[in-house]
């Protein structure tokens, strides 16, 4: 799909036309617009038919990481300052004092004000930024099912999950591949655990981006001729303790990180803090 062929509204017709804003911008038609200016890429929008997704996998291969806007924040944020964040630390798993709510994302404190101002021990990136602000305004709460799935089948993942390997899977493939100490760095760095082998991985690791919605990393090295692989695995209940859309952003976000850290190999818990 050869963007600049297009005109915006061109563009804008292959759209959802919700307006959701989960591509950071504020309307489908300015998402359009940018699209057209080559300030963004269509594959940002996750609402894609499935048919355009996968064309645009197969003729593209330079796309950013998806990355919501700061607009789509402030739009999260005055959200949640509408919320009784002391009723809500149980069911978000956090705890409450001193006007903040605290969450632990990967192991480090992050607080939210009664007013939706945001603070934390890390870097606050939108990609962080809006699934934190999404769990704290739509997570049931529920208790972990400790059945292990991936992203297809997750409510509305089956549409997304070919970009998600994409973005995701297959970009924490190769850094697995190329960096050996990558999942001991991040049992270290992200307060993650190893667990029992998943589907006879060589390696599974659990990190939690949120209290309620643990990540799971499978890898499995090369074999008798065979491929590496690695699959990423959420708990049953991660679509209702977040939105599926969150999830994906959280995964792909943390591909994108553990890029950044294997770039600089043997990363040490202040480059957590310069790259997320
Ligand atoms: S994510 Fe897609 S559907 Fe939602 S506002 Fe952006 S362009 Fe429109």
Redesign the pocket.
Known sequence: MPQKSKTPVEIYQL??????????????LA??SAVYLNQRHLA?????PSELAAELLETDNTRKPFEPGVEYVKHLRAEVAKLDLAAAAARLGGTFANNHLTLKVLGKDFRIDTAGNLSADIHINPWVAVPVLNYILHSEGLPLANVWVTLRELKEGRERYPLFQRQCEEPLKRVADGYPDLFDDLVNLFSGHRAAQHLNSDISVVLFPLPKVPIMICYWRPDDGLESSLNVFFDATADRNLDTDSVYTLGVGLAHMLKKIARRHGAGGQDFAAVT
């Open positions: 759209l959802d036309k919700s307006n959701c804003r989960q591509c950071g911008e504020k309307t489908c998402f359009a940002e929008c996750p609402h894609l």
